[in-house]
């Protein structure tokens, strides 16, 4: 996953609160903690907690202007989990960033049209891209909507998309400011236009996010944590000595070494099975598309590239430098070959590249 990268701020709004004081919303990614005012409470979210905005005590989640909220005419994207609860007879803001003579950006749940929508504005307020949810239509009350809107600044568009459907957009008419203003979820800073609703698993960031990443980040409904932006570990890594860097995608399975993995580079797309070696892994790189099967060496292990691996690799003594594109079942009872070591796949014979 890239979830990441370009990420300046990620809350998950987890936070127990009575709505009795108030309790700040901490920034999973970053230092952008966000002040509660109003004491805004907890409800139940899309996962664990969400904030609880009700619009009749005017609460919501701020934190002051900085480098990394601040937009402009640059590429950003806003994500979060929003479910109404009521719609009352003015819009409600759900997030956004601007103040008096500072407006950036809004998105807003607007009375008028019964659609969400998003826009960028000029400093002093004039909106310069609107865009309406209309592939969703008008929102329920009490059901969670995935809302995702960005600016993209080369195509200079405006988009806006729900629950990973059809994205809706329409082209800017000028570009988007970065001012001073504070950023704010649930309470807009001039006229106020309070939020009655729940949000839940909000993050901004600094670049446009990819019809994939808005997929994961959806999740099937399910929605997805900031903890499970890591690539995922099923299974253990057993290692007794240094483990200095560690990549790992998803693995099911195990990886056991005796010895030190200092240095070495472990990535994994997917591992069904397990990797043992009996000596170090130092200085090495080790990259596993696909593996289902094991691994067994007794030595060290330099380097190793597999591809896709349905069966094992039995080796007595090293494989340093060797980079194994594999395409289906290989076993190895001695050591390669100098002239096999860099393409198996193609040098050496059948046996070898896994063909009976």
């Not at 009700?54 to 002051?64: A, D, F, H, P, R």
């Not at 803001?93 to 749940?109: F, M, N, P, S, V």
């Not at 990819?210 to 900031?226: F, H, K, V, W």
């Amino acid at each position: 996953m890239t979830l990441k990268t370009g990420l300046e701020a990620y809350w998950k709004l987890d936070e127990d609160s009575d709505g009795s004081g108030s309790v700040t919303r901490v920034d999973s990614h970053g230092s952008n903690n966000l002040t509660d005012v109003n004491t805004t409470p907890s409800g139940t979210g899309i996962l664990g907690n969400g904030a609880d905005f009700e619009s009749g005590n005017s609460e919501y989640l701020t934190i002051n202007d900085s480098v990394s909220l601040s937009t402009g005419d640059i590429d950003f994207t806003w994500a979060g989990w929003v479910k109404i609860e009521s719609k009352p007879g003015t819009l409600m803001h759900i997030a956004g960033k601007g103040g008096t003579d500072q407006w950036e950006w809004e998105l807003e749940w607007n009375n008028t049209v019964d659609r969400f929508r998003f826009y960028i504005l000029t400093l002093a307020g004039v909106q310069k891209g609107i865009v309406d949810a209309d592939d969703l239509g008008a929102p329920s009350l009490a059901t969670w909507y995935y809302i995702v809107v960005w600016h993209d600044a080369t195509a200079n568009k405006v988009y806006i998309q729900v629950n990973n459907g059809t994205v809706d957009e329409t082209a800017t008419t000028g570009v988007s400011a970065d001012g001073t203003g504070t950023f704010r979820i649930g309470y807009r800073s001039d006229n106020g236009f309070p939020l009655d609703a729940i949000v839940d698993e909000s993050g901004f960031w600094k670049k446009v996010l990819t019809a994939g990443e808005r997929g994961q980040l959806y999740n099937a409904g399910n929605g997805r944590s900031y903890d499970s932006f890591e690539p995922s570990f099923a299974g253990s890594i057993t290692n007794t000595g240094a483990l200095v860097r560690d990549t790992r995608k998803i693995i099911a399975g195990s990886i056991t070494n005796t010895g030190a993995l200092a240095a070495a580079a472990l990535f994994f797309q997917t591992l069904a099975g397990s990797i043992t070696n009996s000596g170090t892994l130092s200085t090495a790189t080790t990259f596993v598309r696909a593996l289902a099967g094991s691994i067994t060496n007794t030595g060290s292990l330099g380097r190793t590239t597999l591809k896709v691996l349905a069966g094992s690799i039995t080796n007595t003594g090293a494989l340093t430098t060797v980079k194994a594109v594999l395409q289906k079942f290989y076993t190895w009872t001695t050591s390669f070959r100098a002239s096999d070591r860099e393409d198996p796949y193609h040098a050496g014979s059948d046996e070898k590249r896994g063909r009976a």
